[in-house]
Nanobody, 120 residues
Framework: QVQLVESGGGLVQPGGSLRLSCAAS????????MYWYRQAPGKQRELVAS???????NYADSAKGRFTISRDNAMRTVWLQMNSLKPDDTAVYYCNAYIAAPGRDYASYWGQGTQVTVSS
């Protein structure tokens, strides 16, 4: 069974930094794209950043210049370094990945989410 487990959320003051981690575990043959999404109260879930298996990255306009997504394929882990945090960044952050398990095509898997609160 494939699982994604996030960690690293918490309460931070405006202008501060947090580093989110997401580790994939279970019976995994390959991981393709990995993503970070977020969902603020009363809002739709939105894509924050993505990274392909080869390392190519893409960011939402709100994240450009402040957030950095990275991954280690051997560790099956993706990180989101968030700097210069603003109250508008407050949300539950979710990890998503396209993973191939033995005998199965690539499928989308989600983590349970980690709360990020930016407040003074």
């Amino acid at each position: 069974q494939v699982q994604l487990v996030e960690s690293g959320g918490g309460l931070v003051q405006p202008g501060g930094s947090l580093r989110l981690s997401c580790a994939a575990s279970g019976s995994i043959l390959s991981i393709n794209a990995m993503y970070w999404y977020r969902q603020a109260p009363g809002k739709q879930r939105e894509l924050v950043a993505s990274i392909l298996s080869g390392g190519s990255t893409n960011y939402a306009d709100s994240a450009k210049g402040r957030f950095t997504i990275s991954r280690d394929n051997a560790m099956r882990t993706v990180w989101l370094q968030m700097n210069s945090l603003k109250p508008d960044d407050t949300a539950v952050y979710y990890c998503n990945a396209y993973i191939a398990a033995p005998g199965r095509d690539y499928a989308s898997y989600w983590g349970q989410g980690t709360q990020v609160t930016v407040s003074s």
